[in-house]
């Protein structure tokens, strides 16, 4: 496992983290051989997983529980990250937030405590005020952003400070390159990045749209006329599909698997600090730590982002990629 300085901290984290949002889901994995949730977690960390994220969001607050149970015993060698939800982000609700998700946890304090999605601008001064109080009591030690644009950074900055900004990226959205993607830099935050694998597709776990389960068809890639779609546009499957293709066809002929190739080519990216990873079972979890000490080189590199060129293009700036462009939430 490689580790990298997250921002300005000290904390030295995993390429690779595990990612709570679904843990112990049966009904986001599908049926197959599960692992239970505390198995997987141990398995991560015997592998050198270091870094686990969640959010109050997340099942409700189960995800928390779920993760706080089968971190008992670990603590100590881990680094908790979960987020406040935009309910929540005003002056007397963030610390209450906050307290509900040690308690759920079962642990005194969090690593990094991160704004879900951007908020009311007018309240950013006092949300961060309170943000600093959390840290000074020793409940919070570093604070990060999720989902925030270049135009949200400059305004948060503004008025607080981050040291991390967890974003939606990887091979077939490539939209935070644009502008998201420099503006970390510019600050020196660190990057986690989420849904690396495109929940699925980016596993070659399915050759056409009718098989792609529909609540995984809710981003900007598909028909935005289909039930639970909230963009109304008519999407891009069919160069979304062709990218996938030519990704599979190129990972087949390097005799790499197509989910390790991805992934390894998101960890190298510029600005990139870890690849927040969900897993079904030990089993995928194990396979897919592979990319963590694979270089696969600039070569590799360059071609992949041939690949996937035309539907950056077609997908374009914006970095929701629920919402069109009239209606994103990131900006």
Known sequence: MRYRKLGSTNLEVSVISFGAWQIGDPDF??????????????????????????????GDGNSEIV???????????????????????????VRKACENSLQRLGTTWLDLYQIHWPFDRALYEDVHAELEK????????????????????????????AVSNQIGYNMLFRAPEYEMLPACREYGLGVLTYMPLMQGLL?????SIGEIPMPRRRTRHFDGTREG?????????????????????????????????????????????????????????????????????????????E????????????CDMWESDENRRIH
């Open 307 to 318: 690949f996937t060129f035309p539907l950056k293009v077609a997908m374009g700036d914006n």
């Open 29 to 58: 994995w599908g049926p197959g051989d599960e692992s239970t949730p505390e198995d997987v977690v141990a398995a991560a960390v015997d592998a050198g997983i270091n870094l686990f994220d969640t959010a109050e969001l997340y």
């Open 134 to 161: 959390l840290k000074t009591e020793g409940k919070v030690r570093h604070v990060g952003v999720s989902n925030f644009g270049a135009c949200d950074l400059d305004a948060w900055m503004k008025t607080g400070s």
């Open 229 to 305: 779609t909230r963009h109304g546009k008519s999407g891009h499957e069919e160069v979304l599909m062709d990218t996938v293709e030519d990704l599979f066809d190129f990972a087949d002929a390097v005799g790499i698997s197509m989910s390790v190739l991805c992934l390894s080519w998101l960890i190298a990216q510029p600005g990139v600090t870890s690849v927040i990873l969900g897993s079904r079972n030990t089993e995928q979890l194990l396979t897919n730590l592979q990319a963590a000490d694979l270089d696969i080189g600039p070569a590799a590199i360059a071609q992949l982002n």
């Open 203 to 207: 596993a070659g776990r399915y050759a």
């Open 67 to 93: 993760l706080g149970k089968a971190l008992q015993g670990k603590r100590d060698n881990v680094y908790i990250a979960s987020k406040v939800s935009t309910d929540h982000c005003a002056p007397g609700e």
